[in-house]
């Protein structure tokens, strides 16, 4: 069974870091891009990050540029993102989502429950 599961969501004051995981069972994420999408509340979806497999290339929204660095593990099937810096407007749930290739741009095939990460004082 294909799976993309996130974790390390919360609530962090604005300046703080967190780092979200996303782990995928069920296939390996070796061969597809990955992406971070996120979604605050009466607000469509919107990307934040993408990493290719081809080459290791990385994008970034223009919003969370210099704050946020997406990374792989392919060796734990794991794809990473840390925050830094965190604003009251990166609230929002965050996803990841597999690409249906190795590049990012394209579609997103297969997607996770998404976790929570919330900015305040």
């Known amino acids: 069974q294909v799976q993309l599961v996130e974790s390390g969501g919360g609530l962090v004051q604005p300046g703080g870091s967190l780092r979200l995981s996303c782990a995928a069972s069920g296939f390996t994420l070796d061969y597809y891009a990955i992406g971070w999408f996120r979604q605050a509340p009466g607000k469509e979806r919107e990307g934040v990050s993408c990493i290719s497999s081809s080459d290791g290339s990385t994008y970034y929204a223009d919003s969370v540029k210099g704050r946020f660095t997406i990374s792989r593990d392919n060796a734990k099937n794991t794809v990473y993102l840390q925050m830094n810096s965190l604003k009251p407007e990166d609230t929002a749930v965050y996803y990841c989502?597999?690409?249906?290739?190795?590049?990012?741009?394209?579609?997103?095939?297969?997607w996770g429950q998404g976790t929570q990460v919330t900015v305040s004082s």
């Open positions: 989502a597999t690409a249906a290739g190795s590049s990012c741009g394209g579609g997103y095939d297969y």
